[in-house]
């Protein structure tokens, strides 16, 4: 079973910024979507953002312009630059990798963002 390692999450005021990252399976990195998604209590886990490993991105609407995704494929990295956060941005925050090759993904163990008013 491959467990991604997430790191970054914590405690901001609202308008403050936060950094997540995430330590994605080495082996078939370079195949694979890796993705941050988000999930708070009682509601379904939901997309955050996607990047290729050719460094295409797709975001939420409710993300663009705040957030960033990028990659580092050298060291098997994704990171999740968030800006502007707003109360509502508080989740937990879960990465995804995603093979594009056999269809399997795997997640991390989910890291908390709160954001106070």
């Known amino acids: 079973q491959v467990q991604l390692v997430e790191s970054g999450g914590g405690l901001v005021q609202a308008g403050g910024s936060l950094r997540l990252s995430c330590v994605g399976a080495?082996?078939?990195?370079?195949?694979?979507?890796m993705g941050w998604y988000r999930q708070v209590p009682g509601k379904e886990r939901e997309l955050v953002a996607q990047?290729?490993?050719?460094?295409?991105?797709n975001y939420a609407d409710f993300v663009k312009g705040r957030f960033t995704i990028s990659r580092d494929n050298a060291e098997n990295t994704v990171y999740l630059q968030m800006d502007s956060l707003k109360p509502e941005d508080t989740a937990v925050y879960y990465c995804?990798?995603?093979?594009?090759?056999?269809?399997?993904?795997?997640w991390g163990q989910g890291t908390q963002v709160t954001v106070s008013s």
């Open positions: 080495r082996t078939n990195f370079m195949i694979s979507i």
């Open positions: 995804n990798q995603h093979l594009t090759i056999g269809n399997r993904e795997y």
């Open positions: 990047i290729s490993s050719g460094h295409n991105t």
